[in-house]
């Protein structure tokens, strides 16, 4: 390249706007089909475990308190997720979904990237069960 026509661009370029966004500070919309963190909806489930069986990074652990009562925990694995929405396409009973909303998942440690989903004493009820049996899973 020669040395005037490099000049001439950059005099050109410093009278044009930045083609870069502020990105932290300015946000736009995400797009309506967006493919961010999973949601579910509990009342929904009747535990069939398709969205398990269908996904396939094993993002998806659907725990059962009471198949009866409809009392069901949903571990979901952020970290392991390829947001492919197989689990969304495969659910017959409309209780899983796709957030445009949560699409800005980074964090520091690995501790956010498992999510419960259900109601809260049941989320309670499956912590306390898990909780002994993986401390001694690590101790082994």
């Known amino acids: 390249m020669k040395l005037g026509g490099m000049f001439a661009d950059i ?37 069939c475990g398709m969205c398990t069986r269908d996904c396939p990074a094993d993002a998806i652990e659907l725990v ?22 197989q689990c969304v396409e495969t659910c017959s009973y409309d209780c899983l979904g796709m957030s445009n909303e949560q699409w800005e998942l980074a964090a520091r440690d ?3 990237f498992t999510v419960y989903y259900g109601n809260a004493e049941d989320i309670q009820t499956f912590m306390a ?12």
């Open 11 to 47: 005099w050109h370029a410093l009278w044009r706007k930045p083609a870069t966004e502020k990105y932290p500070f300015e946000k736009r919309a995400a797009p309506e089909r967006l493919r961010g963190a999973l949601y579910f909806n509990p009342e929904k489930c009747t535990g």
């Open 64 to 85: 059962t308190l009471d198949k009866k009562n409809k009392r069901f925990v949903l571990r979901y694995h952020l970290d392991r997720c390829t947001f492919c929405a």
């Open 110 to 112: 690995k501790e956010p």
């Open 129 to 140: 069960r898990a909780a002994p049996s993986e401390t001694d899973a690590q101790t082994k």
